[in-house]
C-alpha cells in the first residue's frame, strides 16, 4: 500500500475515493464478459427476463401516469413526422369538427381501436391490442419499444405487430406483462415483401435511419421494376412467424439501380408513423387464451 | 459503502431509466432523449470520486442494457457509463467542489465520451446497421439535450449526494 501525506494533511492510504486501477480492470472486464455472454446467443436472456419483469410493469405505469403529458400533440413529434401530421390532420379537421361535440377521449382511443379491428378483419388474423409504454432511445441505435401485453396476453417471440394503419414490427421477446418489438425501420430488420401490383416478392430492410427514414425493398427478381405508387404487402413466413402474410407495410416512393451490383432498390414509405407509436395489435392464433380482450379475424371482441 | 447510499442509488437510476424510456421518448427530436442514467452517474462520481463512479456507472450500465426494450448487445452502457463515471471521478479528484461551470463542462465531456464509447463498441461487434453521419448526429443532440437538462437535474442530484455524505473529516 502506498502512503504518504494525502491532501488533507494526514498520513493515510491515498485518496480511497480514487478510482483504483484493480478495479477498474475488473469493471471492464466484467463488461467484455457481458458481451461475451451476449454473443453467445440465449445465455443472457433468463436476466432480461427478470429485468423486464420488474421494469415493465413499470415502464406501463410510468406511460400511463403521464399519458396526459405525452400524448400533448403536434409539436414534440419528430420534425418529418410533423409535416405528415399537418397534412392528414388538416384532411381529418372536418370530419373531426363535427365529432368534436360528442367526443372526448375515450371516442378517440374507441376510434384507434376501431381503426385495429378493421386491421384485423382485413388481414384476417385475430389480434391482441396493446399500448406502446416505452420507446429505446436513438442513443442505442436501436429501433424498440415495449408494449403492455406479455405472455399472461398470449403474447410469444415471434410474433407479428400490426397497427390500423400497417406493419410496425415483430415481437422479440416478451415477459409476463410487456413485450419488446423490433420496429421494421430497425437497421437490422428484414421482413419479406411482396409487391401488390406485380406480386413480385423481395426483402424489405429497415433503412437505419433514426428519423423515420425509408425502408429499402430490393426484389428477387432482378428484372422486375416496381413502380413508384405500389403498395408493399408482408408476403409470409412459414407457420406464420415471425411475419403473417398481407399485411400493408408501405408505398414505393422511388427506384433506383446500382450499376455495380446491377440490382434495382427501391425506397419504400412505410405506411405507420413510427415517431407517434400508440395503439399496436399483436397478431395471435385464433382462440388464443388472453387476459384481455381479444379481437378476432371478423372485428368481434372475444 | 453504506446500504443506504446504494439504495438511493439504485431508485436513482431506476427512476432516470423510466422516465427516460417512457416519458422523454414522446419529447425526443428523432427518438434521441437525455440521458438521464448518465446525470445519476456523473452526479454520483462527481461527488463520491471516481472509484464510486465507476461501480454505479457500472450497475446503471449492465440495467440499462438488460431493461426493456433494450435489444443491443449487452455490456455496452455498462462500459460506457464505466468510463463516463471515471472522466466525472477525474474531475472531482482536481477540484474538490465542482464550479457550475465545470459541472457542465464534465457532463457534456462525459455525454459526448459515453455515447462514442457506446458507439465505437456497436462498431467493433457489428451490432447497428447505422451509418457514421447518424452516429454524429445522435451524439451530438443527445449532448445538446444533456447539457440543457444538466441545470435542472444535477443541483438536486449533487444535493441529495451531499446529504448522503457521511461527515468528513476536513
Redesign the interface.
Known sequence: MREGLNR?G?LEPR??????RA??IA??L??????T???TAGV?DP??RV??EV??P??SA??AA?RP???IPGW?K???AMKDDIAALRAQNSKLEQQVRTSGYDRNRLAEYDGLTKTAEDIGYAVVPAHV??????????????IDAGSSSGVQADMTVVAAQGLVGRV?RV?ST?A???LIVD??SVVGGRVGSTMKVGFVR?G????DGPLDLQLADQTATPSAGDTVVTWGSDKDAPYVSGVPIGQVTSVYSSVRDSSKTAEVKPYVDF?ALDLVGVVVPSGTKSDRAVIDADGNLK | MNARLWTVCALLV?VA???????F?????????P?LVLMVVVAGALS????????LG?AA???L???????????????AL?VAG?VA??V??DTDRPSATAVVATVAACSFVA?SV??L??LV?R?????FG??V??IG??LVWDVLLTPLVLPPLLALFARLEPQR??
Open positions: 488533507r494526514s485518496d480511497p475515493r480514487a478510482p483504483r478495479t477498474a469493471l471492464v466484467a463488461c467484455a464478459t457481458l458481451i455472454l451476449d454473443q443472457l436476466a432480461r429485468v423486464g421494469f415493465g413499470a415502464e410510468v406511460s403521464t403529458v405525452t400524448s414534440f419528430t420534425r418529418s409504454v416505452a420507446l429505446g432511445p436513438s442513443q442505442s441505435f436501436h429501433r424498440t419499444v415495449t422479440l415477459t410487456t419488446t418489438v423490433l437497421g437490422d429497415g437505419g435511419d433514426l428519423a415517431g | 431506476a431509466l423510466l422516465l427516460q424510456v417512457s416519458l421518448s414522446a419529447f425526443a427530436w428523432d427518438g434521441v432523449v440521458d463520491r470520486g471516481g472509484q464510486f463512479g465507476m461501480v457500472f450500465g449492465v440495467l442494457d438488460l431493461a426493456p426494450p433494450a435489444d443491443h448487445v449487452a455490456g455496452r452502457w455498462a462500459l464505466l471515471y471521478g477525474r472531482r479528484q455515447t457506446y458507439a463498441a456497436g461487434l451490432d447497428p446497421a447505422v451509418g447518424e452516429v448526429k445522435v443532440v443527445g473529516a476536513r
